[in-house]
């Protein structure tokens, strides 16, 4: 099988967004929502969570690879800045080597300045 | 933990563990999750991502970041934590309320420079066997509140994300 080509996944990340995001993913940290910790914190105002920045690499990976993703899919990330919101962001994935039974793929989220909120890899057993 | 939509949580009034208290080799109490339909509904329509096809399975991230919500509801997560690195691994695909069990360990926990450096691992199994590992690793930076201040950041932020830009 031949590695695909990984398409970017772009969305606007706002506050709407982040105060469902805490409830679905259960993060009750008041630094992500309107509240006087996030802006007395160290960021002045909500930060978006970074586990919502990198949903949307598992989107993009998703989206090349359906199933496969999920099985046997992985991923090692570093943030690299807070995600201020609201922030559109993008979600790449470049492919970095191939073998028989394995895709790695260097990763990355940016602000809509190109500035990386997150880098790191993705790699996925090939079938 | 059975999981369900509800409102946005309260720190666990059963969170009793504080961080600057942890050592290497602790392990947590192992935690039943089960993901319902209407859970992935509603992180599907926070993130964005397409619903259609994700109708009978979790999404992958979704688990890691549920894992790391059995975490806050445990540890008594500081003020000023950063999330700086993330790793996961989905070893196969898990169904819409198959019954998990989640564990956490911490696997580093150490001082530099004042600051405080944490990995927690956690597991995610079916019975025996293992759908998903996962690795989050915090710092507490040296003005935070290692001893775990549950009157300032909640549960505060393992999952957290203050986004931060350390290392």
């Given at each position: 099988m031949t590695a695909p080509t990984v398409e970017p996944v772009t969305r606007l990340i706002d506050q709407v967004r982040v105060d469902r995001y805490a409830v679905a993913a259960r993060d009750p940290n008041?630094?992500?929502?309107?509240t006087p910790e996030a802006y007395s914190g160290p960021f002045g105002r909500p930060v978006a969570h970074g586990m919502l920045v990198l949903a949307l690499v598992s989107e993009a990976m998703t989206n090349a690879f359906g199933e496969a993703w999920e099985r046997g899919g992985s991923l090692k990330v570093r943030w690299r800045q807070p995600a201020l919101v609201p922030v559109e962001v993008t979600a790449r994935a470049t492919l970095r080597s191939q073998s028989a039974d394995m895709a790695t793929y260097d990763v990355s989220c940016e602000d809509a300045n190109g500035e990386a909120l997150l880098t790191g890899t993705a790699s996925v057993r090939l079938a | 933990m059975t999981s369900s939509s509800s409102?946005?949580?309260?720190?666990?009034?059963?969170?009793?563990?504080t961080f600057g208290r942890l050592s290497r080799g602790d392990v947590l109490p192992t935690v039943d999750l089960t993901i319902t339909p209407d859970d992935v509904r509603a992180y599907l329509a926070a993130t964005g991502e397409p619903a259609e096809r994700w109708s009978e399975r979790v999404p992958p991230i979704m688990l890691s970041a549920l894992m790391l919500a059995v975490l806050l509801a445990q540890v008594e997560i500081p003020k000023?934590?950063?999330?700086?690195g993330h790793e996961h691994e989905a070893r196969r695909p898990v169904q819409i309320g198959e019954p998990l069990a989640v564990s956490i360990s911490v696997s580093s926990h150490s001082v530099r420079r004042g600051a405080l450096m944490a990995t927690f691992d956690a597991e995610a199994r079916s019975g025996d066997d293992v759908v998903a590992i996962s690795r989050a690793s915090v710092l507490v930076p040296p003005d935070g509140d290692a001893a775990g201040d549950a009157t300032g950041g909640g549960t505060g932020d393992a999952n957290g994300d203050a986004n931060g830009s350390a290392e």
């Open positions: 008041p630094i992500h929502r309107e | 409102p946005l949580p309260a720190p666990s009034p059963r969170a009793r563990l000023g934590v950063l999330h700086t």
